[in-house]
C-alpha cells in the first residue's frame, strides 16, 4: 500500500511536530518484533522463545538504539529444519504489520524503485534541527537518481520533492529482499545491485545516466527494511565483501555512480557446515568479525515439539492418534538431539527438567553451547507424520509411529552407520518414556480416586523417610510453619508417593487390577480407552512385583 498525499516541506513540518517518527530500519525492526510479540505473534516459533530474547539482548535492542553492532551482520547459524527460515519469515511478517501502524510508519520519495527516505535530501542544518529536536540522526546523502530528479523535475528544491508512505510488502518487493545464491561460477552483482538498461542508453547518451539503471536489485528492494541472505555462505566473495560494506558503511557503489546510501536490516542464515568450512579460511577471518554469528539449535522443549507436531495436523488427524504417542515421538527426537549431561542424571531425566524448567535447568543449560545442533531433523517427521495420517483409518499409535521412524532410519542412505545406531537408541528410549507417562497417567488417577489414602501415605513417609524429604521439610517449615500436604511436595517426590501408595496399597488390598476394573475402567473416556492395553501391562507388573 502506497498513499501520495504530501511534499518534503510537508513532511518535515510533521516530524517537527512531532506527528510522525522518523526511525532506522533496526529501531523500526525492533519495534516491530516487541509489537508482534505483544499480539502474541510469536507464538509460531516452537521453542525459541529464549532464543527470540537471546537476539533481542544481543542484536536488535542495542542495534535499535544506534550502538556500533549495527554495523554488524546478523547471522543465524544452525542445522537443516531448526527454524532459521521461520525466524526471518516472523521478522519480515512482524515488520509488515507494523509498518501498517501510526508507530512503524515509512515514507520514501514519491514512486523511488529504491525506497529512498527523503530526508537525505534536507540541507544539513536542517538535518541537525531534526536530530536536535527529534534525537533521530539523518546519515547519507541523496542518491544519484533523486539527485539528478531534483534538478530536472523539482526545481532544485527540496522542498518540492513528493513524500509518500508506504507498507513493507515481501510479495510487492517493497522493503523485504531475498538473495538466495546459485552456482558461485555464475552469481551475478546485478541481482543486488540492479544492471544497466542497455535499451535506454541511446535516449540518455551514457550508461552512467541515472536513468539508463534499472534499480531492481535486493539492496535497492529492501532499503528501509530487511534484506535476507539464504545460504550465506556460499555466496561469492565478489557479492560478500559489497554486502559487508553495506553492513558497516550503510552504502554501496553502483558502476558509473557516486556512493548510494541504504538503511536495512541484513540478515543471512546458513547450515553449520559451510560456516566451519567459512571460518576455516584464515582469509575470512577478517569477514566473519563483522558478523555477529546466533546459533538456531534444535528444538529441546518437548511441550514445544508436540505443539509443532500438531501444527501439521487436522482435527481429524488428532482424533485419530493415541494418547501419548506424539509425546514419545516428541521424545525421541528430542534425545536424539542431547547431550549426556555431567549431572547425575538420564537423558529422559533431562528432557523433563528442559520441560519444567526447573532447577537445575538454568546450569544444564550451560553445560554445551552446541546442544541441539545435530539429532533428528523436523522436516523428518513432518514426513512421517503425512505417511501415517495418509494410511490409517484406524487409530495411530507410539508403536505405529516410532516403528514407522525405525524403518525410515534404517532405510537412509544418507546416514552413517554411527547416526542409525544413535537414533535407533533414541526410538528404544522413547518407548521407554511412552510406558512411564502412561504409569504417571496411572498414578495420577489413583491419587485422585483415592486421595485420603494417599495424603495418609505422605504423612507417614515424611516420618518413615525423612531423608528423603528434608529439602521439602525444611524449605515448607521454614516459609510456612505447617503440615506438608501432597500437593506441596515437587513432582518428582510427588511420584515417588504415587508409587509408594499404590504398593501399600496392593499390600493391603491384594490386587490393583481389581482397583482398576472396580474403580478406575469404567470412568476412562474413549480417548484413554485407546491406551488400556498398555494400562492393564503395567497394572500387571505392580501386582506382579
Known amino acids: 500500500m502506497t498513499t501520495h498525499s504530501f511534499t518534503l516541506e510537508m513532511y518535515v513540518e510533521e516530524i517537527l511536530k512531532k506527528n510522525i517518527i522518523p526511525r532506522t530500519s533496526h529501531e523500526r525492526l525492533y519495534l516491530a518484533i516487541q509489537h508482534a510479540m505483544e499480539k502474541n505473534n510469536h507464538h509460531l516459533l516452537y521453542g525459541m522463545d529464549e532464543l527470540l530474547e537471546q537476539l533481542l539482548t544481543r542484536y536488535f535492542r542495542p542495534a535499535a538504539k544506534g550502538y556500533d553492532i549495527r554495523k554488524r551482520m546478523l547471522v543465524l547459524i544452525g542445522p537443516p529444519g531448526s527454524g532459521k527460515s521461520t525466524f526471518v519469515q516472523f521478522f519480515k511478517q512482524a515488520l509488515s504489520d507494523f509498518t501498517e501502524t501510526d508507530q512503524g510508519a515509512v515514507y520514501r520519495i514519491f514512486n523511488c524503485p529504491l525506497h529512498e527516505n527523503p530526508l537525505h535530501a534536507l540541507p544539513q542544518s536542517l538535518k541537525r534541527t531534526i536530530k536536535d529536536v527529534t534525537g533521530y540522526e539523518i546519515k547519507g546523502r541523496l542518491s544519484p537518481l533523486n539527485s ?3 534538478t530536472v523535475e523539482w526545481g532544485n528544491d527540496w522542498r518540492n520533492i513528493p513524500v509518500e508512505r508506504i507498507t513493507i510488502s515481501e510479495n510487492e518487493r517493497r522493503g523485504i529482499g531475498t538473495f538466495l545464491p546459485g552456482d558461485p561460477q555464475v552469481q551475478e552483482i546485478s541481482d543486488l545491485m540492479g544492471e544497466v538498461d542497455f535499451s535506454t542508453i541511446t535516449d540518455y547518451g551514457s550508461q552512467s545516466h541515472p536513468y539508463a539503471y534499472r534499480y531492481d536489485g535486493e539492496l535497492q528492494v529492501g532499503n528501509q527494511g530487511i534484506l535476507e541472505l539464504q545460504e550465506l555462505f556460499k555466496l561469492s566473495p565478489k557479492l560478500l565483501y559489497p554486502l559487508l560494506s553495506v553492513t558497516e558503511e550503510q552504502k554501496y557503489k553502483i558502476p558509473r555512480q557516486a556512493m548510494t546510501h541504504s538503511d536495512l ?9 559451510d560456516f566451519e568450512q567459512f571460518i576455516a579460511s584464515s582469509e575470512n577471518r577478517p569477514l566473519a568479525s563483522r558478523m555477529i554469528i546466533q546459533r538456531v539449535p534444535y528444538n529441546l522443549n518437548l511441550d514445544e515439539e508436540v505443539k509443532l507436531y500438531k501444527s501439521k495436523l487436522t482435527e481429524q488427524d488428532l482424533i485419530k492418534i493415541q494418547p501419548f504417542a506424539l509425546e514419545s515421538l516428541a521424545a525421541t527426537v528430542i534425545y536424539s538431539r542431547l547431550q549426556s549431561s555431567r549431572h547425575e542424571m538420564t537423558k529422559l531425566e533431562k528432557i523433563s527438567l528442559y520441560q519444567s524448567k526447573q532447577p537445575p535447568y538454568e546450569s544444564l543449560k550451560q553445560e554445551f553451547t552446541d546442544e541441539g545442533m545435530d539429532g533428528l531433523d ?10 501415517a495420517m495418509a494410511n490409517r483409518e484406524a487409530v495411530v499409535t507410539s508403536e505405529d509411529l516410532l516403528h514407522l521412524l525405525s524403518d525410515e532410519i534404517t532405510n537412509d542412505l544418507r546416514l552413517q552407520v554411527t547416526e542409525k545406531e544413535k537414533y535407533q537408541t533414541a526410538i528404544q528410549q522413547g518407548k521407554r518414556y511412552f510406558y512411564r507417562e502412561i504409569e504417571l497417567f496411572l498414578l495420577k488417577k489413583f491419587a485422585e480416586i483415592e486421595k485420603d489414602f494417599v495424603e495418609k501415605s505422605t504423612e507417614d513417609y515424611l516420618i518413615k523417610e525423612e531423608d528423603v524429604f528434608s529439602s521439602v521439610i525444611h524449605e515448607h517449615t521454614n516459609e510456612k510453619n505447617e503440615s506438608i500436604q501432597f500437593n ?11 508409587q ?35 494400562l492393564e501391562k503395567i497394572i500387571k507388573k505392580y501386582d506382579d512385583s
Not at 506441596?488 to 504415587?498: H, M, S, T, V, W
Request: charged share 25%; no cysteine; hydrophobic share 40%.
Open 148 to 150: 539528478h530528479k531534483l
Open 265 to 273: 536490516v541484513i540478515i543471512g542464515h546458513s547450515n553449520p557446515e
Open 378 to 387: 523436523p522436516r523428518l517427521i513432518f514426513h512421517l507424520l503425512s505417511i
Open 488 to 498: 506441596d511436595l515437587p513432582e518428582k517426590l510427588k511420584q515417588y508417593i504415587f
Open 500 to 534: 509408594q501408595s499404590v504398593k501399600d496399597w496392593i499390600f493391603l488390598n491384594g490386587s490393583l487390577n481389581q482397583w482398576y476394573r472396580r474403580n478406575l475402567l469404567p470412568k476412562l473416556s474413549e480417548k484413554e480407552l485407546e491406551i488400556k492395553v498398555e
